[in-house]
């Protein structure tokens, strides 16, 4: 029988999940199986894409995002942080070729922005559309069905508010579309069909540049939490072969300082942790399957229940948080340098990678690029390379024009 749902779930999640070794089990009227084995459990979702991470500057600090000072992309790593933002409005577009080393036709488009409705509130937007390539199709016996070119895409919209001048808060809800097979009919009861979903984000900023001092200039201590896509399953066939999206929980902690009393050299650290909040996978010991079954999970039992549902108990959980370390270096505003590290355990998908970028901005228009070295040897995330270009407004027109600078009248 022909399942194309279950070969594509299983193909994009190993290439942006891990390289870890897996095997599946597939029943046509329930959701996808899959069991980790020699003791490894890499947690696995449908549209993957949700959590790539989409710009260059976050990208170039090691995928940690969630404190960092606002830009055109902080809908995507912490909504909240848009209140703050010093310019009006923003507009970022980000271009990401993925996983050169395996494919050399798959990439990630991702646009974004913001306008701050006045001092306290904003809203933005976003747009990230996730190309696979062309892939055959073919049926059981090996002979080609036809030619496809899988994709996705998700559209979001946030509301940031401030709740006092030191922390805010933002909603964002968001559509994901599916099509790994078109409308693909193989002639049975198992046809494809896209997949789409709603899922939402809540997200929690706050900074505060009273507590730290550093060679005597004050220093800005700010942190982040982002709970994305929290949504319904999504399924390619029927409700009973769902499967769920990838949840996340993101927290973290920045810190940003000024090297010379004139505040042109500055200096940004960032940590970041992740963790899925969807059920651990059940793996194979010793010939018996163990752990929870992820089809008895709903949505919510999901998320909460993925802090104790790791058949390795709590040391296994702790195995499934993620951690990025990035820093920053600014001159003037005008040239960043970033670089950072991100570190997955072993049995959990066992992604590391270092990352390095640059930036330069003149006048409103920024570029950025970032570059990943994978720590290990033929990992299909190596030599990945980020570019995004953005623009950033002090004041609207309308601003300029009717609020001119007062002069005195004698």
């Not at 900023?205 to 201590?221: E, S, V």
């Not at 163990?290 to 790791?310: H, K, N």
Request: proline fraction near 5%; include cysteine; charged fraction near 15%.
């Amino acid at each position: 029988m022909f399942n194309i749902k279950i070969s594509f779930f299983l193909v994009a999640s190993f290439m942006v999940c891990s390289a870890t070794k897996l095997f599946g089990q597939t029943n046509p009227t329930s959701p996808t199986v899959v069991l980790g084995s020699n003791g490894t459990s890499p947690i696995v979702t449908s549209v993957p894409f949700l959590n790539i991470t989409p710009d260059s500057r976050s990208g170039a600090m090691g995928d940690a995002g969630v404190a960092i000072s606002a830009d055109a992309n902080s809908i995507y790593w912490n909504a909240a942080k848009l209140a703050f933002a010093k310019p009006r409005y923003g507009v970022a577009l980000s271009y990401n070729p993925w996983l050169r080393n395996l494919v050399g036709d798959m990439s990630l488009s991702y646009l974004s922005g913001y306008y701050r409705l006045d001092d306290k509130q904003a809203i933005g937007l976003e747009m990230r559309y996730f190309d696979m390539g062309s892939i055959q199709f073919t049926d059981p016996n090996g002979a080609i069905v036809m030619n496809f070119r899988p994709s996705e895409f998700a559209f979001g919209a946030a509301y940031s508010r401030k709740l006092s001048e030191n922390m805010g808060v933002s909603v964002t809800g968001r559509f994901v579309y599916s099509n790994l097979s078109g409308n693909f009919s193989s002639g049975n009861q198992q046809d494809a069909k896209p997949g789409t979903t709603g899922a939402a984000d809540i997200a929690w900023y706050y900074k505060n540049d009273k507590w730290i001092k550093i060679n005597g200039q004050p220093a800005q201590l700010s942190f982040g939490a982002n709970i994305s896509n929290i949504g319904a399953k999504i399924s390619y066939i029927n409700a009973g072969t769902a499967d769920f999206i990838p949840t996340n929980m993101r927290i973290g902690t920045a810190l940003e300082m000024n090297l010379d009393p004139e505040g042109k050299n500055k200096l940004t650290g960032a940590l970041d942790f992740n963790k899925l909040l969807v059920p651990t996978p059940q793996r194979m010991e010793n010939g018996q399957v163990v752990g929870v079954d992820p089809r008895t999970r709903t949505v919510l039992s999901g998320m909460f229940g993925s802090f104790a549902d790791a058949p390795g108990g709590f040391s296994e959980e702790l195995k499934e948080f993620m951690v990025s370390i990035g820093a920053e270096y600014s001159y003037n505003n005008l040239f960043f340098a970033r670089a950072g590290y991100f570190g997955e355990n072993a049995t959990k998908g066992n992604r590391k990678y270092f990352t390095v970028g640059a930036g330069f901005k003149y006048n409103n228009l920024g570029i950025d690029v970032s570059y990943l070295a994978a720590a290990g040897a033929n990992s299909p995330l190596g030599n990945t390379l980020r570019f995004t270009i953005s623009l950033a407004i002090e004041k609207t027109m309308k601003e300029k024009i009717t609020k001119p600078e007062e002069t005195e009248v004698k």
